[in-house]
């Protein structure tokens, strides 16, 4: 039994190993030096770490901008996707009225729509709105915030009516003897203990803007200085030698935020997202 | 707030309808409005008016063979992808359960970087890991100068261990929470009973999981159907003369390299109809494991 134990221990942690690896190759290969990268004679290691390819990309490419770019739109995604998802995920736990089963159930379908497909309309509807409001049309960052809140929203709404329902119904009643009116209701007494449930959702909503590669390519076409992270790295890509150690830097430059926020709130996320699975 | 019947809810559903109505059901309404258009370059400059074909761009769609080439090696990748996806993530929840406390916490952080790791880096990573000569596993199987994207199925495998690379955590992070639930007496029983590992987990954990897996069994199925970032990125817009295709990247192709946006239009409606399938199935999963809307 011990034996055994200590071997399937062994198992794991092997495979915890192959799984960190990917991440491990790309941190070290943006600290190695050029020399090390073109090597036909790769090394699971450097004693001579660099920093030359991240000052490329930083210095070179004006990556700092589209790390800028790209942060600004997820965290408008986030502020505006969670405020709107709070106060319609109220309304569907905390009133009873006709339809609103019918719309539990479009938001659980509108999680599963391919957005994909829906790049081909948007990117019209976009322009169109662009000759309208510029702030919002192709080749801006306002574009990009505005679809990534609509797709956040469905799955935010979902998660967060989970943590609006656990909160007692007494809390909001004896609120509103005591002479609270709606809105202090909802800002005072419900707002700040569903804020655990915000972070959680936050997280999604920023990781689904952060990543996002399929808009980016399609709404910025050319104005370059409103590129976001995926479309940038790209660049690195070239038909006759791509400069790995830059690909390996930006992709770096690009994980490591995710990987920070998604380690921090690891509980969190799990508790969260069995709510949004079981609930 | 009581439960009451006053009309509160209709300000506070009002940002999201808004929201969702312009930017999610009017795009389907023009998808399906783009998919009976005769709908190119021509029409976007606005040199010929457009025109109403009725089901021309579909029919031309099924009459394409390479369409029907795509459909299928759109579902056998998405199909490998699940099935790998639930047999690393079930194995490895199994596991987390029977190992001690310092290799569990290590696997489940493990996994969760995996997790975490954008689409894009995770791909530039994978293709940087398997190049031609400088890529560590081709100078380790000593097999440099073997390019993994000239072959349909080796680029296809490629493209679908960088799925399951990220997909696996969440399949294994649920259904570990969902054998951890299950109280400790059952699983003693069986065992007692001399039921071993293998046993215990078909004929004692599935049965009582049953429900936890059919959703992450359709969940799969929909993300791994609708994979474009990896496919688009590591086959560089799907592969070798589109060998990689799948059908979303072959919607995109065809709507923004082609300017066919008709014909993009109309995949795009064929894709959201086959998931759509799977969405329908999924809520009469939810529903008869009790779920209360």
């Known amino acids: 039994m011990r034996a055994g134990r200590r071997l399937l221990d062994a198992v794991a942690v092997l495979i915890a190993l192959v799984t960190v690896f990917p991440i491990y190759w790309m941190v070290l290969s943006a600290v190695k030096p050029a020399g090390e990268i073109q090597s036909l004679n790769q090394r699971p290691w450097t004693f001579h770490p660099s920093l030359a390819a991240f000052q490329r990309v930083l210095q070179v490419n004006d990556f700092g901008r589209y790390l800028l770019n790209s942060l600004l739109v997820a965290l408008v995604v986030v502020a505006v996707s969670g405020l709107i998802a709070f106060l319609a995920a109220v309304a569907l736990t905390r009133f009873h009225f006709r339809f609103r089963t019918t719309i539990l159930v479009t938001f659980l379908i509108a999680q599963m729509v391919p957005i994909e497909a829906l790049t081909i309309p948007l990117f019209f509807l976009v322009r169109d709105v662009g000759t309208v409001v510029p702030g919002v049309g192709l080749n801006t960052l306002g574009s990009l915030m505005l679809v990534h809140t609509a797709f956040t929203l469905p799955f935010a709404i979902w998660m967060l009516r989970g943590f609006v329902q656990a909160i007692p119904d007494e809390l909001d009643e004896a609120a509103q003897i005591d002479g609270a009116g709606r809105f202090t209701v909802l800002w005072r007494i419900l707002f700040p203990l569903v804020a655990p449930g915000l972070a959680a959702v936050s997280v999604f909503s920023f990781i689904h803007a952060w990543n996002d590669f399929l808009f980016a390519r399609t709404f910025i076409i050319s104005e370059a200085d409103n590129q976001t992270l995926p479309m940038a790295l790209l660049v690195f890509f070239k038909p006759d030698e791509n400069d790995w150690g830059a690909i390996m830097a930006a992709s770096t430059l690009m994980t490591v935020p995710v990987l920070i926020f998604f380690l921090i709130v690891r509980r969190r996320l799990v508790a969260g997202l069995g709510g949004a699975v079981k609930d | ?293």
């Open chain 2, 1 to 293: 707030m009581t439960r009451n019947k006053t009309r509160a809810p209709l300000w506070l559903l009002l940002p999201a309808a808004v929201v969702l109505g312009g930017l999610f059901l009017y795009p389907m309404y023009q998808l399906g409005l783009l998919s009976v258009l005769d709908f190119t370059q021509a029409q976007v400059s606005g040199g010929e008016p457009t025109r109403f074909v009725g089901a021309e761009n579909y029919s031309d769609l099924f009459g394409d063979p390479r369409f029907w080439s795509v459909l299928g090696a759109t579902v056998v990748f998405a199909a490998g992808c699940v099935i790998a996806t639930l047999a690393v993530g079930a194995g490895l929840a199994v596991l987390l359960t029977r190992i001690s406390r310092v290799p569990r916490l290590l696997l489940s952080v493990a996994a969760m970087a995996a997790w975490a790791v954008p689409a894009v880096s995770g791909s530039t990573t994978w293709m940087f890991l398997f190049d031609t000569d400088l890529g560590f596993v081709n100078q380790l199987l000593g097999i440099e100068g073997f390019n993994w994207m000239y072959d349909r199925y080796t680029a296809f495998a490629l493209v679908g261990a960088v799925v399951v690379w990220a997909s696996f955590p969440f399949v294994m992070v649920t259904l570990y929470a969902g054998i951890e639930a299950i109280p400790k007496s059952v699983l003693e029983a069986a065992s007692l009973d001399g039921a071993n590992a293998w046993r215990a987990f078909w004929q004692i954990m599935v049965p009582i999981l049953r429900p936890v897996l059919a959703i992450v069994v359709i969940q799969s199925i929909i993300w791994d159907f609708k994979v474009f970032t990896q496919i688009y990125v590591m086959t560089r817009g799907g592969g070798l003369a589109g060998q990689n295709l799948t059908l979303n990247v072959y919607a995109y192709q065809q709507a923004f390299a082609s300017s066919e946006y008709g014909r993009g239009a109309a995949i795009g409606v064929v894709m959201m109809l086959i998931l759509l399938a799977v969405t329908l199935l999924y809520l009469r999963t939810l529903r008869r494991s009790g779920e209360q809307l």
